[in-house]
């Protein structure tokens, strides 16, 4: 039913042509390494001006900014969960954060958004199970909303990709994580 709305590809995130890109930001919202610190570099200063009057975010949140010098419009920032044991409800925090991004992008008729792979890197999140709750996290708000919007897990690596690759092309709408 959504799988051709769901799509992976290997590629930078700031260069894609979709309406939003998804930054997997720190709770400052003011950059910092990997995806984050390549979106304000590429968005230019006016992202920085325009987070520092945000306010930050919370973990499992959303904000969005304009999207400056990047090919797409919008920037949606969300702070994923650092991965302590999977008893700190890391789980429901990371799915918040894909739900809540999908929200905002609703809200703003947004039809295609990227997302990257959200908590794996830095915050050490378990990358198979990130991509499973990812997954059934999009798949879930595709099922309860008919506006056709279009979905890129945008992976960094082949091996990111191909973990999306594998769960995408094996997985039932029902797909659950634990």
């Known amino acids: 039913m959504t799988n051709d709305l769901v799509h992976v590809v290997q590629a930078d995130l700031t260069t894609l042509n979709v309406d939003a890109i998804v930054n997997a930001a720190n709770p400052s919202l003011l950059g910092g390494g990997g995806v984050d610190g390549a979106i304000h570099r590429r968005a230019g200063p006016e992202l920085l001006a325009e987070c520092r009057t945000l306010g930050g975010c919370i973990t499992g949140e959303a904000k969005i900014t304009a999207g400056y010098r990047l090919q797409a419009k919008y920037v949606i920032h969300t702070v994923g969960p650092v991965w302590r044991d999977g008893q700190h409800d ?50 879930a708000f595709l099922r309860g909303h008919d506006e056709g919007m279009q979905v890129y897990f945008c992976c960094f690596s082949e091996t990111d990709a191909d973990i999306y690759r594998h769960l995408l092309q094996h997985s039932s709408e029902d797909m659950r994580y634990p």
Do not use: M, W
């Open 90 to 139: 890391e789980t429901d925090l990371l799915a918040s954060c894909y739900r809540n991004c999908l929200n905002l992008a609703r809200e703003r008729h947004i039809q295609s958004i990227a997302f990257p792979c959200i908590s794996t890197g830095i915050y050490g999140f378990p990358k198979s199970l990130a991509a499973r709750i990812a997954l059934s996290s999009v798949k």
